[in-house]
């Protein structure tokens, strides 16, 4: 769900997208954006922005949450953390302080289908960062001292972010319950049980089997050209040996979904109760063409932002919801959401605020949309998107989950041109073929209320 | 749940046990069962019974279908078909013809925690079949052309005992539905799409891993005595090499369950609409002491024949349901369900049968049960099985299942005994402590009717 400030700022840019396309030039995303694969099989990706002698340095892996072996949920995760424990030439924690005290920032962040490292920095430092981070793909040093420590900040992490938040325990459950078979429905960070086991040796056994150039993706975004980073990447990344095959990444496929599902998680902290539905659909790597882009403009249309059907209905007419969003979730390897989520106001139930969003959603695959909805949500859509790659580490990181979720450089770069020529047919159409109860969710988050039968404890 | 006619039958012989117990004895299952090792690590359970001269032979692996590979479901079982399809000695489908001309029968099974190979035959073939079972344990020779069509007599046999029958598909995205993370999930036959992927090499390298000596246990009962069945189980199997290592098993354990689930299956051709309801809940290898056992019994006064709560107020007084059960599953190795299932008559609703069981359990979480209800339940549990272990095959199979799902020969034998000092105190416990809404999925099967959103394809 986007945030109103942001939606405000991007109505501000609208205007000068709509003059662009009615000018007949076809947008591109991450214009000169080029592509090359080291001997190692390592890819590269260079994004040029000429704008300040920045750059945005980024190596994102091929492997999340959704390879992990069973029973091991939370280990890409933690060895995100513990990338940042040292090898023989850096000592534990100073990486960040390294790029620090360059006058950088750093990062990590995992997902079900990528890990993912950045820091952005002063151009003339890019060969540094790109040396620690090739040292850390092949020379990690990881001792007990430091492992045993950093899976308690986990612990500490999933306690206040999960446990301690109800929204979060009632999207881990009902993601857990939604998938009948595929790894998505277990959380990145991991059940507690199942961090609690982690160790060394699995923490280290993954990055054996994935953490090799091979499997991984650099992307380099800035005041660079092909021609500099090419020699750079060649001579810093190129060395590293490959130390695994990755196979082909086979995730088991979920199996059809034909029983609607329902579920209600009950925590005496939640005030405002929540509704959230979620569909199976396709990702914007397993949908036919075109339907992933009908599904994000369907996504707006039925729920982007202030001007949408469910926030018109729910919250400014009906007054039962505080808030109401729907959106398409399409960045993923083997299968996209399409999801909804409202709020239920004090004098309203969830019953009652459900019972509208199946209208506003029956209505749809009744009546359709209109073609003002559907340039509407175009020109909008792009607009965020155009408006998010203003900043490069945004535009860096679009590139490396598309790369990293099943797309490709180019599936990237004509994405506003597949979107542009959408039409209102085909947004009906993925509606009706995939708004079918029978492959949902729907979840009621509530606060304490007498049990209907059995006791807490 | 056991049909009405078992139930009249085991009414007729309730009274002999009650009379043995009168008498102060310690009842025991499967007297005289021996077991021991051999030095190849397969475990050997012998079990007298001089009534005929006749023999059980089973031959349990410690492998089902919560041990298979990500993505591999079903070919635990895929495997179990194809152990009929030959080795050296004895050509594909020849194995129960040879069974059937010395005048025997045989057949296999799978379940989630083992997969069983049984012959009855006449004693003087014990050495034969014992051979035939110890060949295919290592000389298993399968080729595509027979391997290919016994996978399409697999999908068929998902597609008749699955895909058509509602009640099957049901249950099947029940179980799917209800797991959040650990195996017990995933249908033993296997999703359709995973079975068509199974393959001769998948099959192999499961049996490569599981099908060896030390991961085995052999059971004979009938006309035998350990001394006859020594030698013959070291000469035959003991020459058996180990061909794998065989690890603790380990799946990933469940994470706790926050959110009660609720499903709905829509099939039109559903006739009478189904309740179900499952609590996950210990299994007798997970359970606290006495726990499991009070679990059984109250599974029983709640819904065990037409004399517990459940059927006496649903089908008797209030005519609601056709039929209404409830029982305890605990014969698994890493946990157990505790059941409902009600069938709605013509002029009732799911809704109304569900607020009929929920009175049900609320009343039990409240009120107790009564000492009356307890020793009925025990003397009728008691009674079932040791009716049960009349038949030498069931007897014999109560002992595989127990030492392929945590449990050991003193389990078994000491069941009766421990079942019969459970107290009504322990049956409230359970109850209080298990029967939480939380803990739950609520299912419906119901007939064709008008989708609340979205249309069919």
Redesign the interface.
């Known amino acids: 769900m986007r945030s109103r400030s942001v939606r405000a700022a991007l109505a501000a840019v609208a205007g000068l997208f709509t003059l662009v396309l009615g000018a007949g030039s076809v947008l591109a995303l991450g214009e000169g954006t080029t592509t090359f694969t080291l001997d190692n099989g390592m890819q590269v990706v260079v994004i040029p922005d000429h704008r300040a002698p920045v750059v945005t340095h980024m190596v994102w892996y091929r492997v999340g949450a959704a390879d992990e072996p ?2 091991q ?1 939370g280990v890409a995760h933690f060895l995100e953390h513990l990338m940042f424990k040292g090898t023989e030439k850096i000592a534990p924690g100073e990486f960040s302080r390294i790029v620090a005290r360059h006058g950088g920032q750093d990062n990590a962040f995992t997902s079900q289908d990528y890990t993912g490292y950045f820091q952005r920095i002063a151009k003339d430092r890019l060969p540094l960062v790109m040396e620690m981070e090739a040292d850390r793909m092949s020379n990690l040093q990881l001792s007990d001292e430091h492992v045993l420590p950093e899976r308690d900040v986990v612990i500490e992490e999933r306690r206040s972010r999960v446990d301690n938040e109800p929204a979060s ?2 999207g881990e ?2 993601d ?3 998938y ?2 595929h ?1 998505y ?2 959380p990145v960070i991991g ?4 961090i609690e086991a982690l160790d060394r040796e699995k923490a280290i056994a993954f990055y054996e089997r994935y953490y090799t150039p091979n499997n991984a993706i650099l992307i380099v975004a800035g005041d660079v050209t092909e021609q500099e980073i090419r020699p750079l990447a060649e001579r810093i990344y190129g060395q590293i040996p490959v130390r695994a095959e990755v196979a082909p990444r ?4 979920e ?1 059809p ?10 925590d005496p902290r939640v005030t405002t109760p929540l509704l959230r539905r979620q569909y199976i659909v396709p990702s914007y790597s397993t949908a036919e063409p075109g339907e992933a882009e009908a599904l994000d403009l369907l996504g707006h249309i039925l729920g982007g932002g202030t001007t949408s059907r469910l926030y018109r209905e729910l919250v400014v007419e009906d007054q039962i919801a505080s808030y109401a969003a729907a959106w398409y979730a399409g960045d993923y390897l083997d299968s996209g959401t399409f999801n909804f989520y409202a709020g239920a106001l004090e004098d309203s139930t969830l019953e009652d605020v459900e019972a509208r969003m ?1 209208a506003v ?2 209505d749809v ?1 009744q009546n359709g949309v209109t073609e003002e909805e559907v340039e509407l949500a175009k020109n909008s859509l792009i607009a965020d998107t155009i408006y998010a790659v203003d900043s490069q580490a945004r535009l860096a990181r679009i590139f490396g989950v598309a790369l990293t979720s099943g797309q490709t450089v180019e599936d990237v770069q004509t994405w506003p041109d597949r979107m542009e020529r959408v039409t209102k047919d085909q947004i009906e159409d993925v509606a ?2 995939y ?5 949902s969710i729907t ?1 009621h988050l509530v606060g304490d209320e007498a ?7």
């Open positions: 069973r029973g949920s325990r009632f459950q009902l857990a319950t939604f009948l078979s790894p429905g277990q059940w507690m049980h199942e086979q995730r088991p496929k199996p979904h034909e029983a609607a599902q329902r579920l209600t998680l009950k199946d959603i029956a695959l009706r073929r708004l079918d109860i029978r492959y979840g049990e209907k039968s059995g006791n807490d404890q």
